[in-house]
């Protein structure tokens, strides 16, 4: 099955910065990769998602970038803010299933 | 439009005990899913059911069994829970084969 790593497992910066936060994925067949934020005692929520035929994607603050050639897809956080802070899933997803990173704890340091 | 619904919030069982988790889903998709959530290792599949009619293994299904009971309505259930059924537990749905949105989970305790 799909085995997805995420890195770094914990993350602090200083508000006004950048986060980059870095999986890698298994399986070549896996064509939709996702990203979701969990706030503590929430559930886990889409921030943005990527498809395989497309390299790169923006939305306001937040960026994808995928490598399907090196199996891997980044996932960078500009202008950090205080609300930035939450924890951050990876999933890669083939056939119905999304198989999930360990998570990245973001914090923002005001 | 509440997306998905999970009942109950919050339960603690003795070990040996059933149980069955509720889901519903009013956005008429296809795909429902059941994750739990433990720390450090993020979110795994333990049953998923692409239409109405089928349900498949994920990747965790041992000691839980699913119902697709109709296409709102996906439900999980533990049959004989155990301390190691401790955790939180997401329904999910989806339309077509990868957007999945959250329902707000039920946080299970088994002594």
């Known amino acids: 099955g799909e085995n997805v790593e995420q890195h770094p497992s914990t993350l602090s ?72 802070s939450a924890v951050y899933f990876c999933a890669a997803s083939n056939d119905y299933k999304l198989s999930f990173g360990a998570g990245t704890t973001v914090t923002v340091r005001a | 439009n509440a997306g998905v619904t999970q009942t109950p919030k919050f339960q603690v069982l003795k070990t ?15 795909s429902m899913y059941w994750y739990r959530q433990d720390p450090g290792m993020g979110l795994r599949l333990i049953y998923y059911s692409a239409s109405e009619g089928t349900t498949d293994k994920g990747e965790v299904p041992n000691g839980y069994n699913v119902s697709r009971l109709n296409k709102r309505e996906f439900s999980l259930r533990l049959e004989s829970a155990a301390p190691s059924q401790t955790s939180v537990y997401f329904c999910a749905e989806g339309q077509g084969t990868d957007t999945q949105y959250f329902g707000p989970g039920t946080r299970l305790t088994v002594l």
């Open chain 1, 13 to 84: 910066v200083q508000e006004g910065d950048s986060a980059v936060i870095k999986c890698t994925y298994s399986d070549s067949a896996s064509n939709y990769f996702p990203w979701y934020k969990q706030e503590l005692g929430k559930r886990p929520q889409l921030i943005i998602d990527i498809r395989s035929n497309v390299g790169e994607k923006k939305d306001q603050r937040i960026a994808v970038t995928l490598n399907k050639t090196a199996k891997h897809f980044s996932l960078h956080i500009t202008e950090t803010q205080p609300e930035d």
């Open chain 2, 16 to 30: 040996g005990q059933s149980m069955t988790l509720q889901c519903a889903q009013d956005m008429n998709h296809n």
